[in-house]
């Protein structure tokens, strides 16, 4: 929607188009906060450091050059959204308050209460309707349009009324989000974050990068099927929850003594599955996280959200009762290769932002630094679409291929006697969950790999109805898993060393031979590999890298 709102306010003619609603992006569950070196509350935070902070949890395979864009562009984000209407907590004096995230050196994250992301969602959308920028909702992009050696449009579903629709347009910007539902156990919802951007790229042999970075989040909830990976915030964790096993054991004193809850995301994440994995769970495959030893009003008032979320899907008071949890699939690292100052894929007039896009958060992102990237790419992306506009005229797009291509979705597809692709879908995350998940291995992964390839030559049961159809939604989800579960698997067989989120129990070293980026290319064949060198760290940057920091105790929202 930024982009949208930069190239509305050039004149442009956009149109902004979704598969959901407008207010029910993804975005809106991003809880804690947008960082923004401001230094309201800690003088010394600078936007260098702030990079730096960036490198270091993102395990030194960031692009570089992004990031620098990245940290000097956020306090002006975040002036924007104030100016938008964003209500940021405010300190007395005015000032926005800034809170710690984990791995930042200085308090940076601004928020609004838990719901920073549905805040700023709220206030793109208001923008977007006073400029009566156009919308098309609840269409389900399949096929991006491509003539002429460059992208011209897209084919979109219509999931209502079950039409197709053709938009023809002079460029294309994928803002699809991420691909966390790879994954059976994820924090976000069961509908979104399929790999749809992931394979529209893919389709018309996009490049991309560091596939096997997908961050695990330590907390999720492990039941009702309904909830299960929905976040428990690390505040938690900070405000004093200590995780036990069945045993009752405190299981963190045995991987990291000295921080133990409160060590970073990645560690904490492996000892829960350690030792869900070795026996020490619950019956329902989980840990207990206990907060329950603290008075119920301090709970109320520190983590208003987390009470309501078990009371209202498990019933259990966790002023009382212990929680439930296991590591859940968060944020994808990975994604399609683009140049961050142009918004520029490999692919000609196809341009994307956001989580759908690899390089800013290397090998494991900050907490807070997604919703600022959204908003400063979103812009840059859009002052550079204009200035390319100019030179770019709409190719013509042939209709009688557009219904070709359609017939050849439907047809690959599948038909009245496929298998049921709500299973197959559901299996392939279990798949993934399994082999390719917290903790990796080359005999694991080597499995799914093959398991992805049977699925590859399956049919699924789908009839010619276009309405509302759950099946043919769930056979296009797989379609858009496929090739974002090869990427991940190959790339994460590939990179023989752990790194940031991605860990290798076979090589469970970080090697300095190992500091650089995954390509994924897309060839005639399929997918090859290819490795990058990284991006120069700009000195300015580097100067803050080379102070130690010691943070990784900071957890708090
Ligand atoms: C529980 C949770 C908490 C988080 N907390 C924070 C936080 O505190 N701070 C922070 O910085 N980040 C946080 N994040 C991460 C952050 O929310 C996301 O990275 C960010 O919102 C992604 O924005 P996006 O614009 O890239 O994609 P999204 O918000 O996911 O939007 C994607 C859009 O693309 C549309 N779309 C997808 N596929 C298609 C298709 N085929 N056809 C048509 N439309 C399509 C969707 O409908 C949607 O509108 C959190 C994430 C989660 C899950």
Redo the contacts with the bound molecule.
């Keep these: 929607m930024r982009v949208a709102i930069e190239l509305h306010d050039n004149k442009a003619d956009v149109l902004v ?4 609603e407008k207010r029910d ?3 809106i ?7 923004a070196a401001l230094g309201n509350l800690d003088k010394k935070d600078s936007w260098q450091v702030h990079a730096a902070d960036t490198i270091r949890e993102g395990g030194y395979i960031n692009d570089a050059k992004a990031v620098k864009v990245l940290c000097k562009n956020a306090t002006d984000a975040v002036k924007e959204l104030a100016k938008w209407k964003v209500k940021f907590h405010k300190e007395t004096n005015g000032k926005i308050t800034q809170r710690f995230f984990g791995a930042a050196t200085y308090r940076r994250a601004c928020f609004v209460g838990d719901y ?2 549905k805040a700023i969602l709220d206030s793109l959308v208001d923008q977007t309707l006073k400029r009566e920028v156009r919308f098309k909702n609840e ?3 399949v096929s991006l349009l491509y003539a002429k050696g460059r992208v011209n449009g897209a084919i ?1 579903l219509d999931i209502r009324n079950g039409e197709f629709i053709i938009f023809h347009s002079k460029i294309v910007v994928l ?4 691909h966390s539902r790879m994954y059976k156990r994820s ?2 919802r069961f509908w ?2 399929n790999g ?2 992931i394979f529209l790229g893919y389709e018309l042999g996009a490049k991309f990068m560091d596939m096997e970075m997908f961050q695990f989040h330590p907390t999720g909830m492990v039941y009702p099927q309904e909830a299960e990976g929905l ?1 428990v915030t690390e505040a938690v964790r900070g405000e004093g929850g200590i995780l036990t096993n069945k045993r009752g054991q405190r299981f963190m004193e045995k991987y990291a003594p000295e921080k133990m809850e409160l060590s970073a995301r990645d560690v904490v994440a492996r000892a829960v599955y350690n030792e869900i994995k070795e026996g020490r769970g619950t019956k329902k495959k989980g840990v207990y996280l206990d907060i329950s030893y603290k008075p119920k009003k301090y709970i109320l008032s520190r983590i208003p959200r987390m009470y309501k979320q078990f009371k209202d899907y498990v019933n259990v008071d966790i002023s009382k009762d212990k929680m439930e949890v296991a590591p859940t699939a ?2 994808s690292m990975g994604g399609i290769y683009v140049d961050h100052e142009t918004g520029k894929t490999s692919i000609k007039n196809l341009f994307a932002i ?3 896009t690899a390089g800013v958060h290397g090998a494991n992102r900050l ?6 990237e ?1 908003i400063i790419f979103g812009k840059l992306t859009g002052k550079n679409i204009l200035k390319e506009l100019k030179s770019i005229r709409f190719t013509k797009i042939d209709e009688s291929l557009v219904n070709d291509k359609v017939l050849e979705i439907m047809h690959k597809l599948g038909n009245e006697r496929g298998k049921d692709p709500i299973k197959i879908k559901k299996d392939i995350q279990n798949l993934m969950w399994r082999n390719v998940g917290v903790v990796r291995k080359a005999r694991d992964m080597k499995k799914a790999l093959k398991k992805l390839h049977k699925y590859k030559k399956l049919k699924f049961k789908v009839d010619n109805s276009l309405i509302m159809n759950e099946n043919l939604i769930a056979a296009l989800d797989i379609r858009n898993m496929l090739p974002t579960c090869e990427m991940i698997i190959r790339s994460a067989l590939f990179r023989e060393e752990s790194r940031g989120a991605h860990y290798r129990v076979d090589f469970p070293e970080t090697l300095d031979k190992w500091k650089m980026n995954i390509i994924c290319n897309v060839e005639e064949d399929g997918i090859r590999i290819s490795t990058k060198p990284l991006k120069k760290i700009p000195y300015d940057v580097n100067k803050f890298l080379k102070k130690k920091s010691d943070v990784s105790n900071l957890l708090l929202e």
């Design positions: 188009v979704g598969k959901c992006a993804h975005t569950l991003a809880t804690g906060g947008i960082n920073t992301g269409i389900y992009i979109g803002c699809t989000g991420g924090s976000s979104e974050n749809d951007g976040l968060h944020y956001g989580e759908v907490g807070g630094n997604s919703l600022a959204i």
